[in-house]
């Protein structure tokens, strides 16, 4: 079993898969580097970036992120003005610090390689990097995946076929789950709602205390992230120059305390998210969840229902952990990178989650917040990821405002029925599979179709 906090990474915009993907590949290639040579003799190191990451790499900052990675960042500790101060400064001299040690020459603009024509069979999202001693004496070589939400896979792990039996493997925990619907069983038979039965799977991987100081901390980074959103004005990089847009709607929310009709929910909802991906789109500090290009939603919620409440801690911590659940089963059964499912394996997935936490802190019963994550992704069946530019603005920063009020919609029906629903949870989550084998390359974070090619860039 995964566990929930390994979907919650925190990290730095604007893309979970392009951006702090990378980051941990280039620290990982240095790390597997180490074990096979002296890093003191590597005098160059070459990048090469595969399908996606190479088609809207310079849109999502891949190539910040791969400078970023050979200097052997964390991106969980990293802070984004340093970041951006060190990758203007290697653009400058030209060299970089392998894992802050050994010193090489490095122009990003050589010898960063966008392999546009090579799709890799394994995942869009193919990275190989190479290191030469003195005189260009191939030294050690190695393809590695960014495969969504800040997971990275070497090309062994992906050629190793899955388990057939996914619930014996990986982790101990008390109630292994491979389905919606083993789930739900854990939950009938032990009488316990999926957060209690997430929790006593993760108490099994590590003393309860670290895991809510986590939630806690993830829930701190998500609110932190809003509040930046919403008052730092101005225009988003790149050629697009979209200006920020969360402030003014702010504004004009606190100058009408008073205003009490039902569409204001909208504006509360639709402003935290925007917030919260205006922030990733300009390389904040952001939370994963699952992804950087739906960050947005959960934040919105978590905010709006959990933060507000008479128990804040306690609502957050449940909203978290029963969406962190769901989150578990689309990584395990289908995806989360849009680079393989298009969009609705980042916004369906997260508003999924959402609609699921949100049920949960309400008192919905396990099959209630079952019927609230599928009617989640139901309606994002199909969604494509097709930024235009390649950058993660347009479409995504209006999409996942759009998903958070889906997801609390989501979440009310679920609440009206205690029967399960027509069409499982399972059932959808092996439709997204499905449907992303389908969808044309064009429509999963290539820039190729869709809003990408229909819309002047600049």
Same mark, same amino acid.
């Given at each position: 079993?995964?566990?929930?906090?390994?979907? @919650?990474?925190?990290?730095?915009?604007p893309?979970?898969s392009?951006?702090?993907?990378?980051?941990?590949?280039?620290?990982?290639?240095?790390?597997?580097?180490?074990?096979?040579?002296?890093?003191?003799?590597?005098?160059?190191?070459?990048?090469?970036?595969?399908?996606s990451?190479?088609?809207?790499?310079?849109?999502?900052? $891949? &190539?910040?992120?791969v400078?970023?990675?050979?200097?052997?960042?964390?991106p !969980?500790?990293?802070?984004?003005? @340093?970041?951006?101060?060190?990758?203007?400064?290697?653009? $400058?001299?030209?060299?970089v610090?392998?894992?802050?040690?050994?010193e090489?020459?490095?122009?990003?603009?050589?010898?960063?390689?966008?392999a546009?024509?090579?799709?890799p069979?394994?995942?869009?999202?193919?990275?190989?990097?190479s290191?030469?001693g003195?005189?260009?004496?191939?030294?050690?070589?190695?393809?590695?995946?960014?495969?969504?939400?800040?997971?990275?896979?070497?090309?062994?792990?992906?050629?190793? &076929?899955?388990?057939?039996d996914?619930?014996?493997?990986?982790?101990?925990?008390?109630?292994?789950?491979?389905?919606?619907?083993?789930l739900?069983?854990?939950c009938?038979?032990?009488?316990?709602?999926?957060?209690?039965?997430?929790?006593?799977?993760?108490?099994?991987?590590?003393?309860?205390?670290?895991?809510? #100081?986590?939630?806690?901390r993830?829930?701190?980074?998500?609110?932190?992230?809003?509040?930046?959103?919403?008052h730092?004005?101005?225009?988003?990089?790149?050629?697009?120059?979209?200006?920020?847009?969360?402030?003014?709607?702010?504004?004009?929310?606190?100058?009408?305390?008073?205003?009490?009709? &039902?569409?204001?929910?909208?504006?509360?909802?639709?402003?935290?998210?925007?917030a919260?991906?205006?922030?990733?789109?300009?390389?904040?500090q952001?939370?994963? #969840? &699952? $992804?950087?290009g739906?960050?947005?939603i959960?934040?919105?919620?978590?905010?709006?229902?959990?933060?507000?409440?008479?128990?804040?801690?306690?609502?957050?911590?449940?909203?978290?952990?029963?969406?962190?659940?769901?989150?578990?089963?689309?990584?395990?059964?289908?995806?989360?990178?849009?680079? !393989?499912?298009?969009?609705?394996?980042?916004?369906?997935v997260?508003?999924?989650?959402?609609?699921?936490?949100?049920?949960s802190?309400?008192?919905?019963?396990?099959?209630?917040v079952?019927?609230?994550?599928?009617?989640?992704?139901?309606?994002?069946?199909?969604?494509?990821?097709?930024?235009?530019?390649?950058?993660?603005?347009?479409?995504?920063?209006?999409?996942?405002?759009?998903?958070a009020v889906?997801?609390?919609?989501g979440?009310?029906?679920?609440?009206?029925?205690?029967?399960?629903?027509?069409?499982s949870?399972?059932?959808?989550?092996?439709?997204m599979?499905?449907?992303?084998?389908?969808?044309?390359?064009?429509?999963?974070?290539?820039?190729?179709?869709?809003?990408?090619?229909?819309?002047?860039?600049?």
């Amino acid at each position: 079993m995964l566990s929930v906090l390994d979907l @919650f990474r925190i990290g730095i915009g604007p893309s979970s898969s392009h951006t702090l993907g990378p980051i941990r590949i280039g620290k990982r290639f240095l790390e597997d580097l180490k074990g096979a040579v002296d890093l003191g003799t590597v005098a160059k190191v070459v990048v090469e970036l595969q399908g996606s990451l190479a088609l809207t790499g310079k849109g999502h900052a $891949t &190539p910040k992120a791969v400078v970023l990675g050979l200097f052997g960042f964390d991106p !969980e500790t990293l802070d984004p003005d @340093f970041a951006e101060a060190t990758v203007e400064r290697v653009a $400058t001299e030209k060299r970089v610090k392998l894992l802050g040690s050994h010193e090489i020459a490095f122009d990003p603009e050589s010898d960063i390689v966008f392999a546009y024509h090579i799709i890799p069979e394994l995942h869009p999202n193919g990275m190989k990097l190479s290191a030469f001693g003195a005189g260009g004496l191939p030294l050690f070589e190695q393809t590695y995946y960014s495969t969504g939400g800040g997971f990275i896979a070497t090309e062994k792990q992906l050629r190793t &076929p899955a388990p057939k039996d996914l619930i014996t493997t990986g982790r101990k925990v008390p109630f292994p789950f491979g389905s919606a619907a083993e789930l739900l069983e854990h939950c009938a038979r032990e009488g316990k709602s999926i957060e209690e039965i997430i929790y006593a799977n993760e108490d099994a991987m590590r003393p309860r205390e670290e895991t809510d #100081a986590r939630l806690d901390r993830v829930a701190q980074v998500m609110a932190a992230c809003i509040e930046r959103g919403l008052h730092k004005e101005g225009t988003l990089p790149g050629a697009l120059q979209v200006t920020r847009r969360a402030p003014a709607i702010w504004k004009k929310l606190k100058e009408q305390p008073g205003a009490n009709e &039902p569409e204001r929910l909208f504006d509360w909802l639709n402003v935290y998210a925007m917030a919260v991906n205006e922030e990733n789109a300009a390389g904040g500090q952001v939370v994963t #969840a &699952p $992804t950087n290009g739906a960050a947005g939603i959960l934040p919105s919620i978590l905010r709006h229902y959990c933060l507000n409440s008479e128990n804040p801690v306690r609502d957050a911590r449940r909203f978290l952990m029963t969406a962190g659940g769901i989150g578990l089963l689309y990584k395990q059964r289908a995806s989360i990178s849009g680079a !393989e499912m298009g969009c609705q394996g980042e916004v369906g997935v997260a508003c999924s989650m959402a609609a699921a936490g949100l049920s949960s802190v309400w008192g919905g019963s396990p099959q209630q917040v079952a019927n609230a994550a599928e009617i989640g992704m139901e309606h994002n069946l199909g969604l494509t990821c097709d930024p235009v530019g390649g950058l993660v603005q347009i479409p995504c920063i209006e999409r996942n405002a759009v998903g958070a009020v889906k997801a609390v919609n989501g979440a009310r029906l679920s609440l009206h029925s205690d029967t399960p629903s027509k069409v499982s949870l399972d059932q959808v989550i092996e439709t997204m599979r499905q449907t992303g084998v389908d969808m044309s390359s064009k429509y999963k974070e290539t820039s190729q179709g869709g809003l990408a090619v229909n819309v002047v860039e600049c």
